[in-house]
């Protein structure tokens, strides 16, 4: 009794207190209010990225070094990732990337089964046997489980063929909103494969369809509804038709044993499709090789990828978390490798240096003739006139500074094949891209050379062909053609006695554009008074076929530059400082 009344007094006091200080809150002064937005800020939602890996070491620092660069925070980002039977150096790759990496996202969960060894019913590491699909079904299915486990919001489901070069990808796929999304790829190689189909046949298999091609070359843009998509795919997992998402075959199937194909059959089973995501760029998959092919190939069409990125876009970064080496330079089995470049065209000088790293190619760097600089007095001391009666076919118009420049550059190469005696030599512009595969065709190349033509004399990599119908495959060769007329000197192949034929006829004193020499030496040249200049005209030239070089632009393509035909015509009274030559460099 005495506690209560204690109590009592003490809660008259405190409020008393309280009243008197004018901090009393009345019940009548209560005020129920509307709830109203808040401007609290939500964290991203959670998505685990699970990422399967089997001999990858080629792609890998670069997959991973444009995963890095995604706008999305790393904090909200998982990792599953799974590998075995490696036969490359991937093991280590993946081992290096996730300890580097381990406290920066939120969880790496890395399992590699460090098995050498091929499936026991594949024939080779590109080969899709029933056991590796087995594998990689039975693996999809547990990324599908810890997904589950770990409550993520999304899963995206990623190979390791993939560059996402769009650091936006994750966020413009989670804002479309879709249950499972596709981020469409272009090809590696050619124009018809992607990461999505536009038709399924009633086996499941691969159909083409209509409207394919207008989402595939972007002729309309948006999220479109598609049967299948693979690769790359993200996956809402809030969903309450997520629980039906699965890679393991549904009762009663008899269809392709394959991954895809089989999650796709139960997606629809559910009453889900799928969707693909062509508004923007995102990157790059490689089109899959064939069983026979080897890992070296696969590298090699990698190689492919970042030589055309250092072409067409941004060059590919690679992760500074994977060590990488370049391959060692060579002279691929030549005596001299040459690269023509002008002092003023900087970015196409480091552009080659960057090919010929990737491509493992040790070349001599030739600083071109440069037509701007040329003047007659210069001109005068090397005996370089015009041929009379030359106009040049398209324009009408003598020759301009920039060609005389240019046929300078190849002349004085051929004279330091001949002086250093180099019985083969590669000749490379600074405007060429490479086809894929190019060290393999060239090595191709030459063996069927050696076997069929030995003695010749010149041997185009790149040009553009005029007159293809007329042109005939040299006998016992699949890779090698008789050229007729044709333009440019993109990159050619010249043997010791090739170049002292082009020497023999003191070309600079009739001179013509260099590409309108060649095939008057090699008796292909239309016109005839031409050629009547020279004699005798058997210089013995092939061409590869296919062209294992292109220009990296075409005329009225943008970036497209000519410095030989964009250049003032020879006028004798000009008088400018004096000429440079690249002579005395070889």
Not at 204 to 229: S, T
Not at 323 to 334: A, C, I, M
Request: with cysteine; glycine share 6%; aromatic share 12%.
């Amino acid at each position: 009794m005495g506690s209560w009344l204690t109590c009592l007094v003490i809660s008259y006091c405190f409020l008393t207190l309280y009243r008197n200080e004018g901090n009393f809150v009345h019940g009548e002064d209560l005020a129920i209010k509307n709830a109203s937005e808040n401007n609290y800020k939500y964290a991203e939602p959670t998505v685990m990225i699970a990422i399967l890996v089997r001999n990858k070491a080629h792609i890998l620092p670069w997959f991973f070094g444009h995963l890095e660069k995604l706008n999305y925070p790393k904090n909200r980002i998982s990792f599953w990732i799974r590998s075995d039977h490696n036969e490359d150096d991937s093991a280590r790759m993946l081992r290096e990337w996730v300890d580097a990496n381990k406290n920066v996202y939120h969880h790496i969960d890395l399992v590699i089964e460090d098995n050498k060894d091929k499936y026991e019913d594949e024939i080779g590491p590109l080969h899709w046997s029933t056991k590796r699909f087995d594998k990689v079904i039975a693996l999809r299915e547990n990324a599908l489980l810890a997904a589950r486990r770990a409550w993520a919001d999304y899963l995206f489901m990623l190979d390791a063929d993939v560059v996402l070069e769009n650091r936006n990808t994750l966020t413009q796929l989670i804002d479309a909103k879709q249950p499972i999304i596709a981020p469409m790829l272009n090809a590696s190689i050619g124009e018809t494969y992607s990461n999505f189909w536009g038709g399924m046949d009633e086996m499941g298999y691969y159909k083409r369809a209509p409207g394919y091609f207008d989402i595939l070359e972007r002729k309309r843009l948006g999220v479109f509804e598609v049967p299948m998509v693979h690769t790359a795919l993200l996956l809402d997992m809030h969903l309450m038709e997520s629980d039906s998402f699965t890679y393991n075959k549904p009762e009663g199937y008899d269809g392709p044993h394959d991954d895809i194909i089989i999650f796709g059959l139960n997606v629809r089973k559910a009453g889900m499709v799928m969707h693909i995501m062509n508004t923007e760029y995102f990157g790059i998959v490689m089109v899959p090789l064939e069983s026979h092919n080897t890992l070296e190939q696969e590298s090699q069409h990698f190689d492919f990828i970042l030589l055309e990125a250092i072409v067409d876009r941004k060059e590919l970064s690679s992760s500074p978390f994977i060590t990488t080496t370049d391959p060692t330079p060579s002279k691929l089995g030549f005596d001299q490798i040459y690269m023509i470049n002008l002092l003023r065209r900087p970015l196409r000088r480091e552009r080659m240096y960057k090919a010929f790293r990737i491509l493992g190619i040790e070349a001599k760097t030739v600083n071109a003739v440069d037509g701007k600089e040329l003047n007659t007095t210069y001109l005068n001391e090397l005996g370089v006139e015009m041929m009379k009666g030359y106009a040049d076919p398209y324009h009408g118009r003598p020759l301009t500074m920039g060609e005389i420049g240019c046929f300078l550059s190849h002349y004085f190469i051929w004279e330091d094949v001949v002086k250093n005696g180099y019985k083969k030599a590669i000749v490379f512009e600074d405007d060429v891209r490479f086809s894929p595969y190019f060290k393999t065709k060239l090595t191709r190349l030459m063996s069927e050379v050696e076997q069929n033509v030995k003695d010749w004399d010149l041997i185009y990599l790149g040009r553009k062909r005029l007159h293809r119908n007329e042109e005939k495959v040299v006998d016992g060769t699949s890779h090698l053609v008789w050229p007729s007329y044709s333009y440019w000197t993109l990159s050619y192949i010249v043997s010791q006695q090739g170049a002292q034929k082009l020497l023999n006829q003191k070309p600079l004193g009739k001179m013509v554009p260099v590409d309108e020499y060649l095939p008057i030496m090699f008796n292909r040249h239309p016109q005839n008074d031409w050629k009547s200049n020279f004699t005798p005209r058997n210089l013995i030239t092939m061409s590869a076929e296919p062209l294992l070089v292109e220009p990296t632009h075409y005329t009225g393509e943008p970036n497209y530059i000519s410095d030989t035909e964009n250049s003032f015509v020879v006028k004798p009274e000009e008088s400018m400082q004096e000429g440079k030559s690249s002579k005395e460099e070889l």
